[in-house]
């Protein structure tokens, strides 16, 4: 597990391999597996494979564009109503391990953060709008992020981990 956690990088440019639909299924159930709070489990996810609605998404802001070229894209979205206090803890661990178990079968991806700020006090809700009516989705639900799904293109960089220093013990 740690050899992928530490391989584990963001990839913006992709083949156009497709994503085989084991590996796909594999992304997803280990998404699907993540720690919930009370099991409530608000995420749901919508698979975007159609490249008229991948190069939608890629317009959600400046930092999406490359969800056009990757052949699939993840939607992370929760049904907060559910989850009132824990929706976005429980929907980012099952994104976080969908990109483990991507980068396990040698998928790159890449997390677009989309959620706007709570009370519209950061810059987010029109992004989150924007994907909500892209994709059909209901006012009801919050849209997390976008993961980009696909072959990577050229070289990968993990970055190494985190100075210890950041680690307390007892106190700080």
Same mark, same amino acid.
């Given at each position: +597990?740690?050899?992928? !956690?530490?391989?584990?990088? /963001? ?5 156009? #391999? ?6 796909? %299924?594999?992304? =997803?159930?280990? &998404? =699907? ?16 494979? $159609?490249?008229?609605? %991948?190069?939608? =998404?890629?317009? &959600? ?22 989850? *009132?206090?824990?929706?976005?803890? $429980?929907?980012?661990? &099952? ?6 178990? #991507? ?10 953060? !989309? ?7 950061? *810059?987010?809700?029109? @992004?989150?709008?924007?994907? @909500?009516?892209? =994709? ?5 639900? @919050?849209v997390l992020g976008l993961v980009s799904l696909g072959h990577p ?7 190494? *981990?985190?100075? +210890?220093?950041?680690?307390? %013990?007892? /106190?700080?």
């Amino acid at each position: +597990m740690l050899d992928a !956690i530490s391989r584990r990088c /963001s990839v913006r440019s992709y083949t156009d #391999a497709p994503v085989a639909e084991e590996d796909l %299924r594999q992304v =997803l159930e280990a &998404a =699907l597996s993540a720690p919930t709070a009370n099991n409530v489990r608000p995420w749901h996810i919508v698979v975007v494979t $159609d490249a008229a609605k %991948r190069a939608k =998404l890629a317009q &959600a802001h400046q930092w999406a564009r490359f969800c056009a070229q990757s052949p699939v894209v993840l939607v992370f979205c929760a049904d907060a109503g559910h989850q *009132p206090h824990w929706w976005i803890e $429980d929907t980012c661990a &099952a994104l976080e391990n969908a990109l483990i178990q #991507a980068t396990d079968l040698g998928l790159g991806t890449c997390w677009i953060g !989309i959620r706007g700020g709570e009370g519209g006090r950061e *810059p987010g809700p029109e @992004r989150e709008e924007f994907v @909500r009516e892209a =994709l059909d989705i209901p006012a009801t639900i @919050r849209v997390l992020g976008l993961v980009s799904l696909g072959h990577p293109a050229g070289e990968l960089t993990p970055k190494p *981990p985190g100075p +210890m220093d950041a680690v307390h %013990r007892e /106190s700080w």
